[in-house]
């Protein structure tokens, strides 16, 4: 299965990832999206089902694998302040199909007394710890550009 870009910036591993949760794969592999400035619509990475949408975070599962995409890191603080969800929990969605709006050059530097940091990460959950590599690392991707392929 392939992974595509859900938002254009630059590809960075999941160990950089300012959260011990994710750069340790505690959820699953995967890498992840320092983002470009500016308002973007967030797609879906597969074609699948919504399993789980919150203004900060979506799942789809897509031939019974789950790949969460989490926009920002502490953004479950902003209690859904700057986030426009638009997908469906339960719809079925392509590929590329719109499922969040947000601007990631808007956030504050900390909430609640957490660091926030705009990366996103693009998780396999339930992935083998260290089972995705990914060629786009370093380079700069569009919405829909290639991640990786599971």
């Known amino acids: 299965m392939k992974v595509l870009a859900p938002c254009p910036g630059t590809v960075v591993a999941m160990t950089d990832v300012p959260d011990a949760v994710f750069a340790e794969e505690m959820v699953g592999p995967g890498v992840a ?5 500016g308002r973007t619509t967030v797609v879906s990475p597969i074609a699948g089902t919504v399993l789980k949408v919150l203004p900060h975070a979506f799942v ?3 031939d019974g694998v789950g790949v969460l995409v989490h926009l920002g890191i502490n953004t ?5 302040e700057g986030f426009e969800v638009l997908a469906e929990q ?3 969605v392509d590929a590329g199909d719109p499922m969040i709006t947000w601007d990631p050059s ?3 530097a900390s909430a609640g007394g957490q660091d926030v940091s705009p990366v996103v990460p693009v998780v396999l959950m339930d992935g083998e710890k260290g089972s995705v590599t990914s060629d786009a690392l370093g380079a700069t991707v569009a919405a829909g550009d290639l991640l990786f392929t599971t």
């Open 60 to 62: 789809v599962l897509g």
């Open 90 to 92: 339960g719809s079925e």
């Open 33 to 37: 999206i320092e983002p470009a400035p």
């Open 76 to 80: 479950v603080r902003l209690e859904g």
């Open 106 to 108: 808007t956030l504050p």
